[in-house]
């Protein structure tokens, strides 16, 4: 009990120089990586950006884990995701691998239950998504998908004839 608020002024002090090095090695680390590091593009993206989240805490907090191994984790996982994606803008077929397709989830007044089901959305989940689009009528919606992202895309009934083209070859491609 008399460690719960404070250890000793060591720590204390590792822990503030630790915070320092580990935020300025981070923020360096990403400058070189480039904004893809901590975009939440997709699932690979969104591992990445919680693990160096991890690996930054564990290695301020833990005195087993020294600053340059830390840091060489981050920069490991940094290379790991530059390779990855690297490798799915060049080949199709690893990119359909490991990347999500978006999804319609609702399509010309009608909410795709087979879809939303698969993809474990809520009714009320595509409502708040056009509600956020400025959109209080579900017969103005074109469609919503649900992107790559996770993220739920409104379009709406008056969007150009390209969109409208796009969305329908996603209908039929997904059913």
């Known amino acids: 009990m008399d460690k719960l608020f404070f250890d000793s002024w060591e720590t204390l002090i590792r822990i503030v120089i630790s915070s320092i090095l580990v935020y300025a090695s981070i923020v360096i680390l990403l400058k070189i990586s480039g904004k893809r590091a901590t975009s939440q593009l997709n699932n690979f993206d969104w591992i990445v950006t919680v693990m160096m989240g991890s690996i930054g805490a564990s290695t301020v907090i833990l005195k087993s884990v020294p600053i340059v191994e830390g840091m060489a984790s981050i920069g490991m996982l940094l290379l790991l995701q530059f390779g990855v994606t690297k ?17 319609i989830v609702f399509y010309q007044g009608q909410f795709l239950r087979d879809a939303m089901t698969k993809e474990r959305l809520t009714e009320q989940e595509l409502m708040c998504a056009m509600r956020e689009a400025g959109v209080h009528d579900p017969a103005n919606v074109l469609a919503i998908v649900l992107e790559s992202d996770a993220k739920l895309t409104v379009l709406k009934q008056n969007e150009d004839s390209d969109t409208s083209q796009t969305i329908k070859a996603l209908v039929k491609s997904q059913f």
Request: glycine share 0%.
């Open 87 to 103: 490798l799915a803008t060049k080949s199709d077929k690893f990119a359909s691998i490991i990347l999500s397709d978006p999804a």
